[in-house]
């Protein structure tokens, strides 16, 4: 995480920010997040995620490479992410 100026926020904005996020290893869950992604960060290339698959192949993580612009814009992104009924959690 980068320092912040802001007393509320630990981040220095703008700046590159990981997102973690778990969900149904079926292809409409990457799609979704990556929709997601896009919507909160024009710049999001998701030829950057990074992927991981549980031990069962049920599961799987992504994580994101967010352009963080502001704590709004975070706070958005991971609202419509844990909203969504494919995601299980974000982190």
Known sequence: MCKSDQ?????DFPC????????AA????HRVVEKIAK????????????QKVSKTGKY??????IHA???PQLDALY??????????WAL
């Open 7 to 11: 007393e509320e926020s630990s981040i």
């Open 16 to 23: 590159d920010f990981a997102v973690k996020i778990m969900g």
């Open 26 to 29: 079926i292809p409409e869950f």
């Open 39 to 50: 919507k909160h960060d024009t710049e999001f290339n998701s030829n950057e995620t990074k």
């Open 60 to 65: 799987v993580s992504l994580t994101l490479n």
């Open 69 to 71: 612009k502001d704590k």
């Open 79 to 88: 609202m419509e992410l844990t909203n969504h009924e494919l995601v299980l």
